[in-house]
């Protein structure tokens, strides 16, 4: 009779990512001005709980993660270091702080011809790339019912 090999099990023991996704989740909950308590009573666990995993004493599991993660308004690959197209924490956080910005104004806007407008826009900034779009000649920008104009270059850097 051959024996089975034993399963390797491995040491719930935090390391060094378990680290910088603390520093990443402790940053991240100031950026969103949310107290300790308010966050972890919002995931289910204590202050205490959550005070370890910012720290990289408590290793964090992959659906407490993803609820951090809904919570704080960010793709749970947000708390990976190592995924380079996604850039790193400072310019994720602005990004974020900019779309959240631009969603609120967004939001805010009664006007649908101006909506779409607006969303032309960044379907053409998005195609062509941002800086790519503002090097080149403005392209005339159709709004439905109204006439047809060029946006102005420091119109759109202002916006």
């Known amino acids: 009779m051959s024996e089975e090999p034993k399963a390797t099990v491995r040491a719930k023991i935090a390391t060094d990512m378990d680290k910088d996704i603390g520093v990443r989740l402790f940053k991240l909950r100031k950026l969103r001005k949310l107290s300790c308590k308010d966050l972890a009573t919002s995931i289910g666990v204590s202050h205490q709980q959550l005070k370890k995993y910012e720290n990289g004493v408590n290793r964090i599991c992959a659906s ?77 920008v159709s709004v439905p019912g109204k006439r047809s104009r060029k946006p102005s270059r420091a119109n759109i850097k202002a916006a």
């Open 64 to 140: 407490r993660l993803q609820a951090l993660a809904d919570v704080l308004g960010v793709p749970v690959m947000h708390f990976y270091a190592d995924n380079a197209d996604y850039g790193n924490d400072s310019d994720i956080l602005k990004r974020q702080v900019e779309y959240l910005e631009g969603l609120q104004g967004f939001l805010k806007i009664i006007n649908k011809d101006k909506r779409e407008a607006i969303c032309q826009m960044v379907q053409l900034f998005a195609q062509e790339g941002e800086q790519e779009a503002l090097a080149q000649p403005a392209e005339e």
